[in-house]
């Protein structure tokens, strides 16, 4: 299982996510329209769902950023919980998931260390540059 940093309240301690090979169930066709009709027929930003360009389901949060629950073996808040899907018309999901949810997930990705590169070390603030040395001429007898 992943682990995950804590953000608020309880910062930096090592939280579980959800298991890399773990996939959530698919929603039925009754608890799509569910979600279709709670919004009534449009986006959060207030644009129609247009099914012609295609109706994605996008899970806010992303199902990587959530807790993942032991007991119940699914994630916090629940994978399948309708409150945290949102239906988007395909282009926004896109636009989405690349600006917001991919950018989030590598940076879990990267405080976790399972990016597989080493971190680059910073520069301490107000940390001198280290000199150089004179270049030593090599004078001999005129």
Same mark, same amino acid.
């Not at 989030?104 to 070390?121: F, H, M, V």
């Given at each position: ?26 929603l039925s066709v009754r608890e799509k329209l569910e979600i279709v009709v ?5 986006? *959060?930003?207030? !644009?129609? /769902?247009?099914? &012609?360009? +295609? ?47 991919? *950018?989030?997930? !590598?940076? /879990?990705?990267? &405080?976790? +260390?399972?990016?597989g590169q080493k971190k680059i070390k910073r520069k301490i603030p107000g ?16």
């Amino acid at each position: 299982m992943a682990g995950r940093i804590a953000i608020l309240p309880d910062h930096g301690a090592q939280v579980l996510g959800p298991p890399e090979n773990w996939r959530p169930r698919a929603l039925s066709v009754r608890e799509k329209l569910e979600i279709v009709v709670r919004q009534g027929g449009k986006e *959060p930003s207030g !644009a129609r /769902l247009n099914p &012609l360009d +295609g109706v994605q389901f996008d899970h806010d949060p992303a199902l990587q950023r959530r807790r993942w629950s032991i007991e119940a073996q699914d994630t916090i808040p629940p994978s399948c919980c309708l409150e945290h899907i949102v239906a988007l018309n395909k282009p926004t999901h896109g636009s989405k998931t690349a600006k917001v949810d991919v *950018p989030e997930i !590598a940076k /879990l990705k990267r &405080l976790e +260390g399972r990016t597989g590169q080493k971190k680059i070390k910073r520069k301490i603030p107000g940390q001198k540059l280290q000199s150089r040395p004179f270049p030593k001429l090599k004078r001999g007898f005129r």
